[in-house]
């Protein structure tokens, strides 16, 4: 059981706008900020957004972030069928010294 | 460009050993926390342990505490978890990540199997 909870799976067609959604509570996503991964399979995973909604050189602008007190979402906007990955939320959690991680959402190109 | 290899993953009897390497390169090693996160074959991801810049303060997920120790050797540019009394639910891809909380680069991870 995973600490932050995430949609088990999203789709959408190319072109679209979709939305993953990341849920924790006050000692993780209520007092830090919270980053997402991108996870294409036999790769290593990558950090595609940071501190709520700031993202790496190199990541395209389609992909924005934000959080709302205890939540956060990511929006991947004019999807592309390279988008079809697993995303995972994460932040760190004061409680136990370390990242705690969504079960993360596979998205699905149709 | 910064770069994190891991090696040392393998298959391993319930209760038995192995040690993880990480060589890191492209960046200043001791200039960063580094952190070991591992993802299980039901692809959840969890955070394994991390170590502070100069080996001085580790912190270890509950189910590992007592059997698996974080250390670096910044000389080498080198990370290790040396994993005892391992079980089923440690079977895992291991990857090494650089830093403590964005997680910023992480390696293409190294494949630990428990299983008789």
């Known amino acids: 059981q995973s600490v932050l909870t995430q949609p088990p799976s999203a789709s959408g067609t190319p072109g679209q706008r979709v939305t993953i959604s990341c849920s924790g509570s006050?000692?993780?996503?209520?007092?830090?900020?919270v980053n997402w991964y991108q996870h294409l399979r036999g790769t290593a995973p990558k950090h595609i957004i940071h501190?709520?909604?700031q993202r790496p050189s190199g990541v395209p602008d389609r992909f924005s972030g934000s959080k709302s007190g205890t939540s956060a979402s990511l929006a991947i906007s004019g999807l592309q069928s390279e988008d079809e990955a697993d995303y995972y939320c994460?932040?760190?959690?004061?409680?136990?010294?370390?990242?705690?991680f969504g079960g993360g959402t596979k998205l699905t190109v149709l | 460009e910064v770069q994190l290899v891991e090696s040392g993953g393998g298959l391993v009897q319930p209760g038995g050993s192995l040690r993880l390497s990480c060589v890191g390169s492209?960046?200043?090693?001791?200039?960063?926390?580094m952190t070991w996160v591992r993802q299980t074959p039901g692809k959840r991801l969890e955070w394994v342990a991390n170590?502070?810049?100069?080996?001085?303060?580790?912190y270890y997920v509950d189910s590992v505490k007592g059997r698996f120790t974080i250390s670096r050797d910044n000389a080498k540019n080198s990370l290790y978890l040396q994993m005892d009394s391992l079980r089923a639910d440690d079977t895992a891809v291991y990857y090494c990540?650089?830093?403590?909380?964005?997680?910023?680069?992480w390696g293409q991870g190294t494949l630990v199997t428990v299983s008789s």
């Open positions: 994460a932040t760190y959690d004061d409680r136990v010294n370390g990242v705690v």
């Open positions: 501190a709520n909604s």
């Open positions: 990540v650089r830093d403590r909380y964005t997680l910023g680069f």
């Open positions: 492209g960046f200043r090693f001791n200039d960063f926390w």
């Open positions: 170590i502070d810049r100069d080996g001085s303060d580790k």
């Open positions: 006050s000692s993780n996503i209520g007092s830090n900020t």
